[in-house]
């Protein structure tokens, strides 16, 4: 994840030269190139090579040169499982931002002592085991639930309705889950706004909304783009919410991923279906910089 | 069956090491199903033997299958369905086990022992066995349901939880069509397409891990689940009923072997044989109601366990039964087609 945050966290300051690191960057960073090697670019190579492989019977990978698997994953069904997770993704990170950023800008603009109180608050659920708060979800949602029970006996419904299973209860369990990605980076940049910035704006004659469309939005866009990456790439392949809260009614790329490498029993397969969504992944990143540079 | 989520097993991994007070000399790594074998049991044995039990769990077979396949773990003792039993005899994956060191095995019923996956159980013990069914929701579901078709019908659209695995929807769509669970060739999978076009859309719920969640909610009016969630069903509610389906359904058997690369064979026998005792065997099914294999087990276990549908089929019921077989790189194709018709 390091790679994706770094370069939209960052702007070289200006007048930066480059340098070359010397020998005690090199052992200081040592421990992070080791883990990007081991746990990022190995895996990456070794799921890009099972993905030309065959298999047995038993699942086992055949080291046979294959395009086979490549050919079978261009079908439409695939194709579409991609879109249907990406927009999924994409509607997650939209709300994320519609929430996560009024809550970031309050915390980061609060009296300092509520600061790190607020922060915690957003914090606090996360100390729960992911599953735990999962299936809380499901106890809340569902038809004979603590919301419908709730809404029946102040009559709003008269009888109870099905929230979870659908794409509502999808959407909102991913955005229950990553919304503090998105607080996170949008608060860093918030508590870093230079009011001197805000407040010329608004002697030079721009109203509130004015200052804050072309002023506080601006200054901290590095943020948003941190927190819509942070939240984006990780909701595409998360399936264990799209199972548990979906219902599993609409399968999602992760989640068919992971069933062509344990009960598809083919590893090539499902290795090439990784490869393409990593692909797509790598060819989002690299529009999104180059629009960056070009704004630039 | 026991599928509980591979989440749930990574958060049971915290609870896992099953040591002992008594210096222990002889190890055994158990590899098994998640939520199977109450970890009472395996304290027991532990102290019982003086072995020092370590226990690593999987929530589904081909889990198990592709760690043990790329030669990982050291593991005593497996515990695989029928049909990845198969492949694993076929494969020559196991060590074969010595009867004379399970003189519990005389315990279960014949009609678990000698079937086509091990003939002649040269590598494998019983350890539980269980049925596919359907569960109704009778305060919810008015009409009589009988098989597959009264369940898939239209008027119950969005009432459904199925299992969330392929070959079993498969195999039902099979039996719909009069074919049998392992009848799976290229001809026949197109004949039960138009099944399955119309059963999926359907659906409201896909779980294998427990089912039983969405018909505890009344989320869902009717299921078709593994017997040991049945069960528990039966037990919570009077207003749910157990059905095996008209149209005949799968039976799994779950069973322990020693794979080939085992170090402690001794200790996995020993293990086998204690899981066997018919009161050990007893204790297991109280806490995992499934199909308990074991009659001298039976005997120990109180009228209304045993009178529980969803875990004893009766006679009748159990002819009706068909097992897995192996079909190897159909696998992915069958999850294809599945997901294809998801999506659709």
């Not at chain 1, 809260?245 to 399968?251: L, R």
């Not at chain 2, 209304?304 to 992915?332: C, H, V, W, Y």
């Amino acid at each position: 994840m390091a790679g994706f945050a770094a370069p939209t966290g960052v702007a070289p300051p200006p007048g930066a030269h480059h340098r070359t690191p010397g020998l005690l960057a090199w052992i200081i960073l040592s421990p992070l190139v080791l883990w990007l090697l081991l746990f990022v670019v190995a895996p990456t190579l070794m799921l890009t090579a099972v993905s030309f492989a065959e298999r047995d019977a038993l699942g086992r990978i055949v080291w046979n040169f294959s395009l086979q698997n490549y050919f079978r994953a261009f079908d439409w069904v695939w194709l579409k499982i991609l879109f249907q997770s990406l927009y999924y993704a994409f509607l997650t990170t939209v709300i994320c931002m519609a929430v996560g950023y009024p809550a970031a800008y309050c915390i980061g603009r609060a009296p300092e002592r509520w600061r790190g109180i607020l922060l915690m608050l957003v914090m606090v659920p996360f100390w729960t085991s992911f599953l735990i708060r999962t299936y809380a979800w499901i106890t809340i949602l569902s038809k004979e639930g603590i919301v419908n029970s709730q809404m029946i006996s102040a009559g709003i419904f008269t009888e109870p309705i099905s929230l979870l299973y659908s794409p509502f209860a999808i959407v909102l369990g991913l955005v229950y889950n990553f919304l503090p990605f998105m607080i996170l980076p949008i608060y860093t940049s918030v508590e870093k706004l230079d009011n001197a910035m805000i407040e010329a704006a608004y002697d030079l004659g721009a109203g509130p909304l004015r200052a804050f469309s072309q002023v506080i939005i601006p200054l901290t866009r590095p943020g948003i783009a941190a927190g819509a990456m942070l939240v984006f790439v990780p909701s595409i392949a998360m399936f264990a919410i799209t199972t548990l809260m979906g219902g599993g009614t609409n399968p999602m790329i992760g989640e068919v991923i992971f069933k062509q490498f344990t009960s598809g029993r083919n590893q090539p397969f499902g290795a090439a279906l990784g490869t393409i969504l990593l692909l797509v992944f790598i060819l989002t990143l690299w529009l999104a910089r180059s629009q960056r540079v070009k704004e630039e | 069956m026991k599928k509980t989520t591979l989440l749930l097993s990574a958060l049971a991994a915290f609870a896992l090491p099953a040591t002992t007070h008594a210096a222990p000399n002889k190890n055994l790594n158990i590899y098994c199903w998640s939520e199977y074998i109450p970890q009472a049991v395996i304290d027991r044995f532990a102290k019982e033997t003086g072995t020092k039990v370590t226990v690593e769990n999987y929530a589904s077979n081909e889990e198990m299958l592709s760690k043990l396949a790329a030669g990982g773990g050291a593991y005593d003792i497996i515990q695989p369905s029928e049909y990845v039993m198969e492949a694993l005899v076929k494969e020559k994956f196991l060590h074969p086990i010595d009867r004379a060191k399970i003189p519990n095995l005389k315990n279960i019923a014949p009609q678990f022992l000698n079937l086509a996956f091990d003939p002649g159980n040269k590598f494998s013990v019983p350890f539980m066995a269980g049925t596919v069914g359907i569960v109704v929701n009778t305060d919810l579901i008015k009409t009589e349901i009988r098989g597959f078709n009264d369940v898939f019908k239209p008027e119950n659209k969005g009432n459904i939880v199925v299992l969330d695995d392929a070959r079993e929807i498969v195999a039902w769509a099979l039996l719909a069509n009069g074919m049998g669970v392992n009848q799976i060739t290229d001809k026949n999978l197109n004949k039960i397409k138009p099944t399955l076009e119309k059963w999926l859309p359907l659906v409201k719920v896909y779980d294998s891990d427990s089912p039983k969640t969405a018909l505890l909610n009344g989320d869902v009016a009717v299921g078709v689940v593994w017997g040991g969630e049945g069960a528990i069903l039966l037990n919570k509610n009077k207003k749910f009923r157990w059905i095996i389906p008209a149209e005949g359904s799968h039976m799994f058997i779950d069973s322990l072997a020693i794979p080939k690369a085992a170090k402690n064979v001794e200790s996995a026998e020993e293990f086998m044989n204690f899981i066997l005792r018919p009161e050990i065997s007893k204790e297991i099914s109280e806490e995992f109601p499934y199909l308990n294999p074991n009659l001298a087990a039976r005997a120990l276990m109180t009228k209304k366990e045993l009178e529980n549908p969803a875990s004893f089929p009766t006679d009748e019921e159990m002819k009706k039964m068909q097992i897995f077989r192996d079909i190897g790189t159909q696998a992915s194709e069958i999850e294809e087609i599945v997901t294809t018709l998801k999506a659709q």
